[in-house]
């Protein structure tokens, strides 16, 4: 019988940490490989974590809600046969933990391991010291069982934690010695850390505070997961690519008349007008290119891609997050239909996978759905263009040489200046602008 911990695998996408959204199994119970084991929470996702071996689950080393860094413990397997150290060619050997859909098989052995970050490595997020450092697996852990008289020496000189540990801190100004740990053996966890360092934050606010009356309570809402990289996203993007932005407003009541028609024809399939705009956007791409690029800077070129991944912007609870329609300008009206109702729904139930949000070309936004009429959207990085689509309301508007109630919608499209220039950007929305006016003159673009 040996003890193998089990690290927090890369999961992709260049995430360096992610979040215990819930366990799907307990200390003591015993699994499968690619058993289902927990929900952990990215970035950019909810995904579920396999278990990369068969045995028992001898120690939780997160709880849920908290967050892990990538290459720091997660749990600790009691493994049946072979030694602690197994060697190479007998005992158990750690399976390369993955995603599921892409977990390892229990037929063919083992999968072969690859470099590791080391614990400063794993925090390179917010150390700007770390550095890679030499190969290493869950063997280099030491367990609570064999850490021995090295860890009760450590602990007479500084508080038992880890590197990440430290340096998060560090960061947030807690010195260590007044932490009671809560992890395995004592051991400091970030969640810990976090704890006190929030408690001062709000003793703070609360000597500077003004008293009010009432029972209303200052929010401290986390900055992780979706709305993190959100922001991250946004910040590198609104500062790198210099942003331009043009609007028009059109009348789109044939628009409307259309969808009401197609919704009778296809019941079962979802045809919003925002269905219609996202294929506006694609006909309207293949005369303009340059909306569908990417700035390659150290190439020091443009790329005007094949084809269209076009990235659907959806609110959720989780924040924003933005699925692709990936080859959509291959697709017909309803199969269009069908993949955008599919990855919306999937998203806001906060099921899409990494995959499904990478990839995307050219970005739609949806900000009539909160009843906003237009805006100034911050393209997705990487892209050269992004339309916002605001409310379809019924106005006074000029038809056929009188005043009549139409609907009435703008539109709102950002731009990289380095890849579009004015009249790009121009020809773009006026060409979207024209089918949703009139959706027959989309025979003209093809």
């Given at each position: 019988?040996?003890?193998?911990?089990?690290?927090?695998?890369?999961?992709?996408?260049?995430?360096?940490?992610?979040?215990?959204?819930?366990?799907?199994?307990?200390?003591?119970?015993?699994?499968?490989?690619?058993?289902?084991?927990?929900?952990?929470?990215?970035?950019?996702?909810?995904?579920?974590?396999?278990?990369?071996?068969?045995?028992?689950?001898?120690?939780?080393?997160?709880?849920?809600?908290?967050?892990?860094?990538?290459?720091?413990?997660?749990?600790?397997?009691?493994?049946?046969?072979?030694d602690d150290e197994p060697e190479d060619g007998g005992g158990t050997q750690e399976r390369e933990p993955v995603l599921v859909g892409?977990?390892?098989?229990?037929?063919?052995?083992?999968?072969?391991?690859?470099?590791?970050?080391?614990?400063?490595?794993?925090?390179?997020?917010?150390?700007?010291?770390?550095?890679?450092?030499?190969?290493?697996?869950?063997?280099?852990?030491?367990?609570?069982?064999?850490?021995?008289?090295?860890?009760?020496?450590?602990?007479?000189?500084?508080?038992?934690?880890t590197p990440p540990v430290r340096i998060f801190a560090r960061e947030c100004g807690v010195d260590l010695t007044g932490v009671a740990?809560?992890?395995?053996?004592?051991?400091?966890?970030?969640?810990?850390?976090?704890?006190?360092?929030?408690?001062?934050?709000?003793?703070?606010?609360?000597?500077?505070?003004?008293?009010?009356?009432?029972?209303?309570?200052?929010?401290?809402?986390?900055?992780?997961?979706?709305?993190?990289?959100?922001?991250?996203?946004?910040?590198?993007?609104?500062?790198?690519?210099?942003?331009?932005?043009?609007?028009?407003?059109?009348?789109?009541?044939?628009?409307?008349?259309?969808?009401?028609?197609?919704?009778?024809?296809?019941?079962?399939?979802?045809?919003?007008?925002?269905?219609?705009?996202?294929?506006?956007?694609?006909?309207?791409?293949?005369?303009?290119?340059?909306?569908?690029?990417?700035?390659?800077?150290?190439?020091?070129?443009?790329?005007?891609?094949?084809?269209?991944?076009?990235?659907?912007?959806?609110?959720?609870?989780?924040?924003?997050?933005?699925?692709?329609?990936?080859?959509?300008?291959?697709?017909?009206?309803?199969?269009?239909?069908?993949?955008?109702?599919?990855?919306?729904?999937?998203?806001?139930?906060?099921?899409?996978?990494?995959?499904?949000?990478?990839?995307?070309?050219?970005?739609?936004?949806?900000?009539?759905?909160?009843?906003?009429?237009?805006?100034?959207?911050?393209?997705?990085?990487?892209?050269?263009?992004?339309?916002?689509?605001?409310?379809v309301r019924r106005r006074p508007w000029e038809h056929n040489d009188e005043i009549a109630l139409r609907d009435v919608m703008t539109?709102?499209?950002?731009?990289?200046?380095?890849?579009?220039?004015?009249?790009?950007?121009?020809?773009?929305?006026?060409?979207?602008?024209?089918?949703?006016?009139?959706?027959?003159?989309?025979?003209?673009?093809?």
């Open positions: 019988m040996s003890i193998k911990d089990f690290l927090l695998p890369d999961l992709g996408e260049g995430l360096t940490e992610s979040e215990i959204a819930s366990w799907k199994i307990a200390e003591g119970d015993t699994v499968t490989v690619n058993q289902v084991i927990a929900e952990i929470e990215t970035a950019k996702a909810l995904v579920e974590l396999p278990s990369p071996f068969d045995g028992t689950i001898r120690t939780l080393y997160a709880e849920e809600g908290s967050t892990v860094q990538v290459g720091a413990p997660l749990i600790a397997f009691e493994l049946d046969g072979g892409y977990g390892p098989k229990k037929e063919g052995g083992a999968a072969p391991k690859r470099r590791r970050r080391s614990w400063e490595s794993a925090s390179s997020a917010t150390a700007a010291t770390s550095t890679e450092t030499s190969e290493w697996d869950a063997a280099a852990v030491p367990s609570l069982e064999t850490a021995g008289s090295a860890v009760d020496a450590e602990r007479t000189e500084r508080p038992r934690t740990g809560t992890g395995a053996g004592g051991l400091i966890t970030r969640a810990d850390v976090q704890r006190v360092a929030e408690a001062s934050s709000t003793d703070q606010a609360r000597e500077q505070a003004v008293p009010h009356e009432g029972n209303r309570e200052d929010v401290r809402i986390p900055i992780k997961g979706v709305r993190k990289a959100t922001a991250a996203a946004m910040t590198a993007s609104a500062f790198t690519a210099p942003h331009a932005s043009e609007f028009i407003t059109i009348d789109v009541t044939r628009t409307s008349e259309l969808v009401t028609r197609l919704r009778e024809q296809h019941p079962k399939t979802r045809i919003t007008v925002m269905t219609i705009v996202s294929k506006a956007m694609l006909l309207a791409a293949q005369r303009t290119p340059s909306v569908n690029a990417h700035w390659d800077e150290d190439a020091q070129e443009i790329i005007e891609f094949a084809h269209i991944n076009l990235g659907v912007a959806a609110a959720t609870d989780r924040g924003l997050v933005v699925p692709v329609v990936k080859n959509a300008d291959a697709m017909g009206l309803l199969d269009l239909a069908d993949a955008i109702a599919a990855l919306v729904a999937t998203a806001r139930e906060g099921r899409t996978q990494p995959a499904d949000m990478s990839g995307g070309t050219m970005t739609l936004t949806n900000v009539g759905v909160f009843g906003v009429d237009a805006g100034t959207p911050i393209l997705t990085p990487g892209q050269s263009a992004i339309l916002a689509a605001g409310a539109l709102s499209m950002s731009f990289d200046h380095r890849i579009v220039d004015g009249e790009q950007a121009s020809r773009f929305l006026v060409d979207v602008a024209r089918v949703l006016n009139d959706p027959g003159t989309a025979l003209t673009l093809l």
